[in-house]
């Protein structure tokens, strides 16, 4: 018995692993998230799929109860599948799922995937450790469980040179206020990748001073923040091209 926690990559369905891909294939249940692409979904073609959440503040299935249907699934199939965006170890609740289903005695084992915060630094062609600018990047986000301690995201995010905030555009002037509150500089460089990896992503770039206005302009879809200086150029880069909007590819 063992189930495949699969990272789907940040979007392009053409970013998925080969091994995910060939777990999939094989997969006769898949337990999808909301944002994995069709495409990503039809390879997993003999699969029952079932959506069990998440967007923020939308529809979204109770962990115990995506923990449970998993267990049962791996008693009932020999191929089951936790279809995950991004990396499935990052921002994923992850853990959870692996810790319930190891005390159920089911085996798990994880794919991994491209996570938001590479596909992002792909899109806009900047490495996240520069060499001479960035030794460190910190992965962080400012939300926490009901009910749960807050995280020490801006301790983590003044420590680290480049900084990536998963889940975090809804709040952008909260977390531009701690962040400066905090000591860092207003002229930080900053960019925000909606979409990442997807023909619709958009990339915005300014200052962490302008971050709130900055994430203003993202549509519906996941966005990243990035902070640092490696960022410094990145206003060049999602400039617009002479007669063409910045965020057209
Ligand atoms: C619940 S977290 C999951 C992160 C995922 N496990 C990963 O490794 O990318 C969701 C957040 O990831 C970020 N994200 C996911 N996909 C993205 C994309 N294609 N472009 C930009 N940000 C993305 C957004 O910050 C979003 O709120």
């Known amino acids: ?15 998925l692993t080969l091994r995910a891909a060939r777990i999939l ?43 449970k249907q998993l267990a049962d699934a791996a008693r009932k199939h020999r191929v089951v599948v936790r279809l995950k965006g991004g990396d499935p170890m990052l921002f994923g609740r992850a853990h959870e799922e692996i810790d319930f289903l190891r005390r159920n005695s089911i085996g798990v084992e994880v794919v991994p995937g491209i996570t938001a915060a590479t596909a992002a630094s792909a899109e806009i062609g900047i490495s996240l450790t520069r060499r001479g600018a960035a030794r460190s990047v910190a992965f962080v986000t400012p939300r926490v469980g009901q009910g749960e301690a807050p995280s020490n995201w801006v301790g983590a995010a003044l420590a680290a040179d480049t900084v990536a905030i998963y889940m975090a555009a809804g709040e952008a002037a909260v ?75």
């Not at 000591?183 to 962490?208: C, Y």
């Not at 999602?238 to 007669?243: E, L, M, N």
């Open 175 to 249: 977390i531009a206020q701690a962040l400066i509150a905090a000591g860092k500089p207003p002229a930080t460089p900053v960019a925000i990748v909606e979409n990442a990896s997807l023909p619709s992503a958009r990339k915005f770039a300014g200052q962490l001073a302008d971050l709130a206005e900055l994430a203003a302009k993202t549509h519906d879809g996941p966005a990243l923040i990035l902070l640092g200086q490696v960022f410094s150029e990145a206003a060049a880069v999602v400039r617009p091209a002479r007669g063409r909007r910045a965020q057209a590819r």
């Open 25 to 67: 294939a094989q997969a006769d249940i898949v337990f999808h998230d909301a944002l994995v692409a069709p495409e990503v979904l039809q390879i997993a073609f003999r699969a029952e799929k079932v959506l069990v959440g998440k967007r923020s503040g939308r529809y979204s299935t109770a962990q115990r109860f995506i923990n």
């Open 1 to 15: 018995m063992t189930v495949y926690l699969v990272g789907a990559g940040p979007g392009a369905p053409d970013l």
